[in-house]
């Protein structure tokens, strides 16, 4: 039994030997798997510097889609032919750009839209000019054919009026003043139509065009203009 004792002993020595042994290797083993892993735990912290990098990176791309510039800087935008900032404009756009903390990008966007649409305004203003031209002349064919003066309701006044009128016109307006009158459709206005009335009843009158018959021993013109030679 002591024998037995001792084998079983031995065979609990050499267990705990080997127990030892597995305990040292499973250290040396623990050390070397953590010395591994801690060894290899430095690209994790490389990543993390690597992450800050690219936050720095989204941060400055940030800075061109949000938040205004010290001074906006238009010098991206091409001007169309012809054109040119003014001064005054582009400081109170500006301010308001930096009241909305727009960025330089934000900012060109805003900018270029007012150019197309400042292009397309002053593609229109030519019919833009000729509507209010011709809602003028409306207007003062409107107040000829409703003076009571030169006719109003009353057809065969009105003609009987601008017959009279068609003579002073007629008269005295030489082709310039014919066509700035027509040009502007001043032609149908009430007060020129009664200044060109009067002119006509002047002519019908021959008050404008019979001169003075002249009486008693005909003048020489130089003794109008020199009468001292008359002496």
Do not use: W
Request: aromatic share 6%; hydrophobic share 35%; net charge negative.
């Amino acid at each position: 039994m002591s024998e037995n004792n001792e084998l079983v002993n031995e065979n609990l020595n050499d267990a705990a030997n080997n127990s030892g042994i597995q305990n040292d290797d499973g250290a040396a083993d623990g050390g070397a798997a953590n010395g591994a892993d801690g060894g290899l735990k430095s690209p994790q912290n490389d990543g993390a510097a690597d992450g800050g990098a690219d936050a720095e990176k989204k941060g400055n791309d940030d800075n061109s889609i949000y938040g205004s510039p010290e001074a906006y800087d238009y010098k991206d935008i091409k001007l169309p032919e012809g054109y040119e900032y003014d001064k005054d404009m582009l400081k109170e756009f500006d301010a308001l750009n930096k009241e909305t903390n727009l960025s330089q990008a934000q900012a060109n966007k805003y900018m270029e839209f007012g150019l197309k649409l400042a292009q397309k305004t002053a593609g229109n203003v030519p019919e833009i000019i000729k509507q209010v031209h011709q809602a003028k002349v409306a207007q003062f064919q409107q107040a000829l054919n409703t003076d009571k003066e030169i006719g109003g309701s009353d057809k065969a006044k009105m003609n009987a009026y601008l017959d009279v009128a068609d003579k002073g016109y007629t008269a005295f307006a030489n082709d310039e003043v014919k066509a700035a009158l027509a040009d502007a459709g001043l032609n149908y206005h009430p007060a020129i139509v009664k200044m060109f009335h009067r002119i006509g009843e002047l002519v019908g009158d021959d008050k404008i065009f019979a001169p003075k018959t002249p009486s008693g021993t005909p003048v020489d013109n130089a003794d109008i203009l020199y009468p001292a030679n008359n002496s």
